[in-house]
């Protein structure tokens, strides 16, 4: 079965560096998406995109944020100048058209120093 | 904004008892979704849930929708070690495709 895969599934970064996560979602997907889920707490909604635009953004996706679709099949996350409160699971997700079910993948563990 | 609670939040059980975990939203549910998170994986989808009233079995495993769409919840028969893990319930924010995500349930079957 398709899956969605995600590297690294580790990064340990110095406050105020920038990070990169890298998602492959599935191959026929046309909705991408990224969640974050802070240590003990919900799983947290960032952004969505689609048609090689931003179709929704959170309050937490801010001016440091910003997502790509680099050459067609992967979608990256990147954190400009990260935060102590950056540290989270990150997890990418795609699906089809309409409500179609959301993939997930196993996430980055992002750790801020 | 739309709250998801779940309840309990934390349940540790011998295998073969029966348990029921609970989801209540602050608003009538758009598309109820039941996942569940094993350590280090993503949340993968059991279950989706649209009309109200119904009650949907997957193996051991039945999920129920309130009649007003507001609440749900799972039933395990039979618990086994396998079903450890982080039960999510979730809904679609509105007319977005956007996931609200509840609290979750950290259940914790022992052989």
């Known amino acids: 079965e398709p899956e969605v895969t995600q590297t690294p599934s580790h990064q340990v970064t110095q406050m105020g560096q920038e990070v990169i996560l890298r998602c492959v979602p599935i191959?026929?997907?046309?909705?991408f998406y990224w969640y974050r889920q802070i240590l003990g707490q919900k799983v947290e909604f960032l952004v969505s995109?689609?048609?090689?635009?931003?179709?929704?953004k959170s309050e937490i996706f801010d001016d440091q944020f910003s997502v790509e679709r680099p050459d067609g099949s992967n979608f990256t996350l990147k954190i400009r100048s990260t935060k102590l409160e950056d540290s989270a699971m990150y997890f990418c997700?795609?699906?089809?058209?309409?409500?179609?079910?959301?993939?997930f993948g196993d996430g980055t563990r992002l750790s801020i120093l | 904004t739309q709250l998801l609670e779940q309840s309990p939040q934390f349940l540790s059980i011998q295998e073969g008892e029966n348990l029921t975990v609970y989801c209540n939203s602050s608003?009538?549910?758009?598309?109820l979704q039941w996942y569940r998170q094993e350590p280090g994986e993503g949340p993968v989808l059991l279950v989706t849930v649209v009309t109200g009233g119904e009650v949907k079995k997957l193996k051991r495993l039945t999920f129920q929708f309130g009649d007003a769409r507001k609440d749900s919840s799972l039933h395990i028969t039979a618990a086994q070690p396998g079903d450890t893990g982080l039960y999510l319930c979730a809904d679609y924010g509105g007319a977005t495709n956007k996931l609200i995500f509840g609290t979750g349930t950290l259940l914790a079957v022992q052989p």
């Open positions: 191959s026929n997907h046309l909705y």
């Open positions: 997700a795609s699906s089809g058209l309409g409500h179609q079910p959301q993939h």
């Open positions: 608003s009538v549910f758009s598309s």
């Open positions: 995109f689609y048609n090689n635009e931003i179709s929704e």
